[in-house]
């Protein structure tokens, strides 16, 4: 069976062309016109020596036969075929498909797989019959290719496990009279119920060839989610235990936005894996759906309903509702302990024969009652039904509690009429401190707070089985908090109020724990509660319609037709099936979710039948494999060392040594090029390297103690050197006239060097110069933004005089850089601004030029302060912008001789160019100080001075 | 595609020499030297009162720029401000010394010439010596015909040549006088520095020559493309070029500046230097030889 086959076999006859093209590739070069030359020795002047050899070297010429052979083979268009073969003729082709869930992610190449065996069928001419194991009408009766083909692509893989067993009774039924060809099964590689009897079953039919096509795929699914106290935890299984695996995990909301992710991860060697999705309690209320993320199949997702989310709350209270003082409401720290982990609920009115009943309809979670003694008598059957439907009612004493006579049904313990006081005036005994809870309460894990006493509360008659509904007791052991369980719900009382009055309990942080640890143990939807209408008790079976229903990709759907009410038994869901697959049943309002796993379920791997001989193949992606485009992408590799050979045995990669090597040796040649390739490829890496750090410690340090003036390497050679001279007068002038004695000046390249150094930055336009990278812009936006001033120096104004409007190349440059600057508005320098003040007194702002103005950052306008001396900017202009050249003012020459004119050529001019910079270099680094310096004479006079 | 060039077998003298009266007839009488004929003992017809070398005052003239100053006539310059020159009378011995290459790169033709450079060199030294036999001059042709001043001189060294076919190397011209001139006609494709010290001791004699060289098109716009493999036919060593066109430029700069370097050099010598090209009607280069032998310079290339 060669899985080698020729599209266009005809053109390989090309093949024995090589010997021709062999004899033609030795004739290379071609003979050249002979011609006679009288002038022979001037030519052989002037013609360099481009001699080739008559013949190429063996080597080359294998190389180029090896080129055509392989342009000659991908015309003939080979395609390799792993997959090919044929059924067997003897009878129809049985194929078994596994369209269960976990073949929902590689399902289009499973229908490639059956496709390609259907296709085999046609060619050899034999009904086909097609079994999906997942579907509900299922037809093995073999039909024509073209039938199957049909149903094949009408299949769709289905959210529940295959139905082995009821596929092989109709498979059976249909070849009860024939015998298979070729039994082909395309399973998803999990075992199921009785599916190896299945097998067996087919397999009894007799095929003449039985092929087990399984795909590569490890199918995963999350078999349990649980909304934990501080974390989501999710629990999967896997079907191949091999190495560890780290998988995403997806929270959805209930409208399918991912809200949260997660880490799924298995042991090697373990089939069964945990994740945990670490986020606020808040958020994890909202989640609808766990999915892992990258699988798409039914079993990668996990809905979750009612009973992990977020609880209802109706609180009710015996007080009078004052709201004048909150404070002393029994309710108010409940209020504030629950707030954030579950919705409230207020009664309406303070009614509470109304109330309650109103509060009921709303399907609590919890009902928390503050000291209520008694409730109306028609209140308590709903109640008590409630309860025991999964309602959890809290209780807190209190005065009204505490002097009920009558016997309340509501209370977890008998008590004892009246109120137990410690500590008071007419006791012994101390208030009393909390006992540490009991790790296996309910309560274990929350720290028993030291200072929390008890003054006060009511006790509880001693019973046979009050300990073990003692949830939380005091020190010297009375309970402080007492439960019993009711039918499904449960009833749990502290022994003292919801206010500070008994105890100091509510303003512990204890309390909030508890009383959340409480409300997670109620059940999130009472079932059977008068809201969703069915008013059935738990135990009997009810049905619940579809609502949303999972796809096999995993997606929550609309509800097919095909979908039919689930029931519930004692209220535990069905395993999913083709009738109830999994999804959310129930209405809008409340739902259970049908999971396709549950806890504790595993993924086990197919078995079987030993006995028969199974040709296991996997599954392949596609049918054929071209090699067309890589015979062509080998010949023109090929084709590339041929060239980069031909060209240095012409002498084009210089040295005679490598030619002279290439002549004597290929492989030496290629190796050698390969090399230095590899070389020069390798060459830059270190030489970047050494430049980014090139910022070390030392030039750090060198940069912080002195200040630096720095221009902008702008690239254009005379501007830099301009620049460079310019920032050096200029600090000259400075550590002459003034207390700042600046370091040699820096020239910065933008896109590179560290810019936090510098005070200012003088940036001459250099329209020649390349324009800087968006990546320098940013860096200079970032530095002006962080403080730094950039003097933008057009050097224009000479060449702007005449024109009106002409805009200078330098200014268009300007205009590009600053398009892609996070500029603010700029204004003229007025009058009083602090550059005309800060060291020197200033009117105008020559450089080499006199007349052009210098724009600076645009100050909020004083409203109408004009007796001010100076207007008080905060902070300094990041930007200003000027066509003076002034950098070409302060350009000296090594022995401080001025190096340019100034124009006109004024020495006083120059002089004054040096203050501008002065001005500047001040203004840059003290800020609004000169602007505060100059109320000095006013703040003097205040004081009387 | 067939070659472009092709040595060719030598001329047949007989023909050459049909060809050649053809030429001459169309050249008019040639009155070289009238005046220098007329102050020698050797016959000719009237002479040309000419300014030239010769020891006889002719006449004074202004100096130019550019002249040799040891020319200058101090005694007359003393006279007035001008600056003077002694011109003397043109005399000289009156023998004609023609030459023609005889070399294999001579016998070339490309396709786009009319002839060899051989043949036409040929019909050149032959049309010249029938023009200036005409005229009456005396004609030679080194180590093949002694001076002659017969009219049928262009007969003679027709015949002559034929007898002497296996002269290949360049002649010494020991037997050409002082105030003979010589008529080199070749391709002179060897450096200028060879052809000059070929061309100095004949010139140190006081001769005066006059170069023709003729050249084919080929040679001197080089229209050769693609993979040639060039033959020199004088020594056979082969050359081959990949692709041909790539180095037309610099081979027509090398033979140009090598025939600019030979026209210089002539020049110092007072030599003229002519070039003709195959694809050219010779009677072109018989009237610019004519017009040079005439001492008119005006014909053609300029002269020293």
Known sequence: MLPLAFGAPAVLFGLLALPVIWWLLRLTPPRPRSEVFPPLRILAAVLKKEETPAQSPWWLTVLRIVMAALVILALADPVLDPTSGTVSSRGPLALVVDNSWSTAPDWQRRVAAADRLIDQAADTDVPVSLTFTASRDNDPTPTSAANARERLRAARPQPIPPARERAAARFTEAFSGTAPGTLAFIADGIASNGGEQAFSRMIATGPADIRLIEGDGNPVAIT????????????????????????????????????????????AGSATGSGAIDVPFELRNDFARIGIASVASAGASYLL?????????????????????????????????????????????????????????????????????????????????????????????????????????????????????????M??????????????????????????????????????????????????????????????????????????????????????????????LSKASPTGGTDNGSGVDAGAPQSLPPYRLLSAEGILVEPSGDARPVTLRKGALPRPTLDNPPGLYGTQDGFRALNLMRAGDTLEPLAMPEAADITR?????????????????????LLLVDSVIVLVMGGALSTARLARAGRSTGAALLLACLG??????????????????????????????????????????AVDRISRAGLEGLSRFLTNHTALEPGPPDGVHIDSDPLAFYPLIYWPMAPDAAMPSDAAVGRIDAYMKN???????????????????????????????????????????????????????????????????????????????????????????????TGNDLAGAWAVNGDGSPLLPTVPNDPRQRELAYRVGVNLVMYTLTGNYKADQVHIPALLERLGQ | MASLGRSVSRTANTEALARARQRAAL?????????????????????????????????????????????????????????????????????????????????FKSDLARASKEARALVLQLALAEVLARS???????????????????????????????????????????????????????????????????????????VVEVCDPAEEVFPYAGRTEFRDPETGSRLTAGRAETVAEDYRRAYLARRETLAGRLQRLGWTFLTHRTDRPASEALIAVHMRLSGDPAGGRRSA
């Open chain 1, 617 to 637: 193949t996997p599954l392949v992606d596609t049918a054929a494999r071209a090699l067309k485009p890589w015979l062509f992408a080998l010949a023109m590799l």
């Open chain 1, 787 to 881: 403080g730094g001033t950039v003097l933008f120096d057009t050097r224009d104004q000479l060449g702007s005089l005449g024109g009106d409007g002409a805009v200078t190349p330098q200014t268009q440059r300007l205009r590009a850089i600053l398009a892609n600057l996070d500029v603010p508005p700029l204004e003229p320098v007025p009058d009083d601004d602090v550059l005309t003040k800060a060291f020197y007194i200033l009117r105008s702002f020559p450089g080499r030029y006199a007349g052009g103005r210098m724009w600076v950052e645009a100050t909020p306008d004083d409203e109408g302060r004009a007796d001010r001396p100076v207007r008080a900017g905060d902070g300094v202009s990041s930007i200003v912008i």
């Open chain 2, 27 to 107: 050249v008019p009488d040639c009155l070289v030297e009238a005046s220098r004929i007329a102050h020698t003992a050797v016959s000719g017809w009237h002479g040309r009162r000419r300014r030239g070398t010769g020891e006889n005052f002719w006449q004074f003239r202004p100096y130019t720029v550019g002249e040799s100053v040891a020319r200058i006539d101090w005694r007359r310059s003393a006279r007035d401000d001008h600056t003077y020159l002694r011109d003397r009378e043109w005399e000289a011995a009156h023998t004609l010394w023609l030459w023609s290459d005889p070399s294999p790169s001579m016998l």
């Open chain 1, 427 to 520: 006791s012994w005994s101390e208030p009393q401190h909390l006992a540490a809870f009991s790790g296996s309460g309910p309560f274990a894990g929350i720290q028993a707070p030291q200072n929390v006493t008890v003054s006060r509360q009511v006790l509880a008659q001693p019973s046979p089985d009050l300990e073990e509904r003692t949830w939380a007791s005091l020190a010297d052991g009375t309970p402080l908090v007492t439960a019993k369980t009711e039918g499904e719900g449960r009833i749990v009382l502290f022994h003292v109020t919801a206010t500070p009055t008994w105890s100091n309990l509510p303003l512990s942080g204890a309390f909030v724990e508890m009383l959340r640890k409480t409300i997670a």
């Open chain 1, 224 to 267: 349990d989610a649980d909304n934990g106290a501080d974390r989501f935890t999710v629990s999967a299984t896997r079907l191949d235990t091999d190495g560890a695996e780290n998988l995403g995990l997806d929270a959805y909301d209930a409208k399918g936005r991912s809200i949260a992710t997660g880490r799924l991860h298995f042991d």
């Open chain 1, 676 to 717: 230095a390739g590899l070389c020069g490829l390798g060459a830059p890496r270190p030489a970047f390297a050494q430049e980014d750090t090139g910022s070390d410690a030392s030039t750090i340090l060198d940069k912080i103690d002195t200040t630096h003036l720095a221009y902008v390497v702008t690239g254009d050679e």
């Open chain 2, 136 to 210: 009456g001059e005396r004609i030679a042709s080194p180590a093949i015909m002694e001076p002659t001043a017969q009219r049928n001189a262009a007969e003679r060294l027709a015949g002559a040549l034929v007898q002497a076919q296996d002269t290949a190397a360049f002649p010494d011209f020991l037997d050409a006088g002082r105030y003979s001139e010589v008529v080199l006609v070749g391709d002179f494709l060897d450096e200028p520095e060879v052809t000059m010290e070929r061309l100095a001791p004949i010139a140190r004699r006081g001769i005066r020559g006059h």
């Open chain 1, 305 to 425: 309903d009612d009973s992990d989310r977020r609880r209802r709350v109706a609180l009710v209270s015996g007080a009078p509702s004052d709201n004048a003082q909150e404070l002393l409401s029994p309710l108010h720290y409940i209020e504030q302990a629950l707030q954030p982990y579950a919705d409230l609920l207020k009664p309406e009115d303070s009614d509470l024969a109304q109330a309650i009943p109103n509060l009921l309809k709303r399907n609590p979670s919890v009902i928390v009652m503050a000291d209520i003694g008694t409730l109306p008598e028609d209140v308590y059957p709903a109640l008590e039904k409630w309860i025991r439907n999964g309602g959890t009612l809290l209780r807190f004493a209190g005065p009204r509690l505490a002097g009920t006579t009558a016997k309340d049904p509501l209370v977890p313990v008998q008590l004892r009429a009246g109120e137990r006081a410690l500590g008071g005036t």
